[in-house]
């Protein structure tokens, strides 16, 4: 989800607050990255932000997504 106006930036929605910290929500699960039969690493494109804010995470990390 791209910008439509040239220079304007759209801000991240806001975060859900939780006990423990901050979370986010998953748009799309775009690669994975497995070794050994385990996954390990994907890229994940966030709900709310462009693609180029779009990053790699450890499994732990999108458990809830």
Do not use: Q
Request: charged residues 20%; negative net charge; aromatic residues 10%.
């Amino acid at each position: 989800l791209d910008n439509f106006i040239p220079n304007h930036v759209i801000p991240p929605p806001p975060h859900i607050e939780l006990v423990d910290g901050a979370e986010y929500e998953v748009a799309a699960i775009l690669r994975s990255k497995i070794v050994y039969n385990k996954l390990l690493y994907c890229l994940v494109e966030w709900l709310g932000y462009t693609s180029r804010n779009c990053t790699s995470e450890p499994m732990d990390n999108v458990t809830n997504s």
